[in-house]
């Protein structure tokens, strides 16, 4: 069984966060939110996307006509259960748990000006006290749609908030260069209480944003 929490790719790690529960931490508030903020980036169009402008019949067609394409960032929440099964899974595609305890709001594109560099871009909250008993494990995925490095999103970080005060917060800078999906939070069960970690897990480079919700499923394989 792998263990999300130990990362074996030292130089991805240039913040640390011990793993602690929410009353180590002195989090008693009802609920949680995940957040990613970012600005709006653009990068070189490659492979088919670049080769579909070209063609005489596609380039003056809006989707193909720009050389670029704007980093799109997801944010997803998978819940397992005590036997490491898949209950539920909240991402773009998904917006709201079955019991509507845990919700999504995303946009497609980075911040494009100062008032919307002051919310967050991606975001899930969380009602803890809410969440059935039979909820074990929330792991929280961040990821590029179009597979651009995380590591090069503008002004990227990724927060863990008690009604609005910052728990922990990380820049997306600091995941190791050239993935495109990682394991970025992990909130599991101890007790009467709920453990948090931040174990910056890479996905490796095949992981699939054209199949989210699959490769959302496969993450219960490694619990």
């Not at 509507?100 to 911040?111: D, M, V």
């Not at 992981?207 to 993450?219: C, I, S």
Request: aromatic share 8%; charged share 25%.
């Amino acid at each position: 069984m792998t263990d999300f929490n130990q990362n074996n790719d030292s130089t991805s790690l240039k913040s640390f966060f011990e793993s602690k529960t929410l009353t180590e931490l002195g989090v008693y508030g009802r609920t949680l939110t995940v957040s990613v903020n970012y600005e709006a980036c653009q990068f070189e169009k490659t492979g088919m996307l670049d080769f579909a402008r070209k063609i005489p019949l596609l380039k003056e067609q809006t989707p193909f006509r720009s050389p670029t394409l704007d980093m799109d960032i997801d944010l997803s929440c998978v819940v397992l259960d005590e036997s490491h099964q898949v209950l539920d899974k909240v991402w773009y595609g998904n917006v709201r748990s079955a019991d509507e305890n845990i919700r999504y709001i995303g946009s497609l594109t980075g911040a494009d000006n100062f008032e919307e560099t002051l919310m967050p871009q991606e975001l899930i909250t969380i009602k803890l006290n809410e969440l059935p008993s039979t909820v074990q494990r929330l792991i929280f995925v961040i990821s590029s749609h179009h597979k651009h490095p995380l590591c090069q999103t503008k002004r990227g970080i990724t927060k863990i908030s008690d009604d609005g005060s910052i728990i922990h917060a990380y820049e997306l800078a600091t995941i190791s260069a050239g993935e495109h999906g990682v394991v970025a939070w992990i909130l599991e069960r101890d007790g009467d209480d709920f453990r948090l970690s931040a174990p910056q897990k890479t996905l490796g480079r095949s992981f699939n944003t054209d199949a989210l919700a699959d490769e959302l499923d496969k993450l219960a394989n490694g619990f």
